[in-house]
């Protein structure tokens, strides 16, 4: 049974195309690519992930909703994080948005991949539960995407 993962990041398709290739090879994956928080919450919706990987600097798409709060925000860092509050959702912590959670998300399941620097956010990552993340920086190995998947999912059960 593939893992089925699902990576919520604005510019995977061009800068981290290099994390990929290995994510991809080999067919271990069912992997699914969301470049906003309303593509996410699409997929998120009508389907369960073994995998759930989000970057925090995240636009918001075309929901009026995390449109919304992303103007709100302002601008500098507050405005680049609204993947943090997209994983409020999610985890059911806070939801003034139209649609639930899906109730199989759990922050074991989830991990942060991102730009910002880990000691600024990891407060906020483990008051909701979340123990997986890495931060983005120049020289990565290209197979830290497969390895963080491996590690959240070591052996996936199927949620379907």
């Not at 690519?33 to 699409?42: E, G, H, Q, R, S």
């Not at 806070?94 to 074991?108: F, G, I, L, M, R």
């Not at 407060?123 to 390895?147: N, R, Y």
Request: proline residues 6%.
């Amino acid at each position: 049974m593939r893992t089925k993962v699902l990576w919520i990041e604005d510019s995977a398709k061009f800068e981290l195309s290099n994390l990929m290739g290995p994510a991809l090879f080999g067919g271990r994956y069912d992997f699914h690519l969301a470049d906003d928080v309303t593509t996410a919450v699409d997929f998120l919706l009508v389907k369960a992930f073994d995998v759930i990987l989000v970057d925090i600097r995240l636009p918001p798409g075309i929901d009026p909703f995390w449109n919304d709060l992303y103007q709100k925000a302002g601008l500098g860092k507050v405005h680049d994080q609204l993947g943090i509050k997209f994983l409020h959702w999610l985890l059911a912590v806070e939801n003034s948005y139209k649609h639930q959670p899906p109730a199989w998300v759990d922050p074991t399941r989830i991990g942060v991949f991102t730009v910002e620097s880990l000691k600024e956010i990891e407060k906020k990552l483990l008051e909701l539960g979340i123990t997986h993340s890495i931060q983005k920086t120049a020289g990565l190995p290209d197979t830290t995407l497969v390895d963080m998947i491996e590690e959240i999912c070591p052996n996936p059960q199927g949620l379907d």
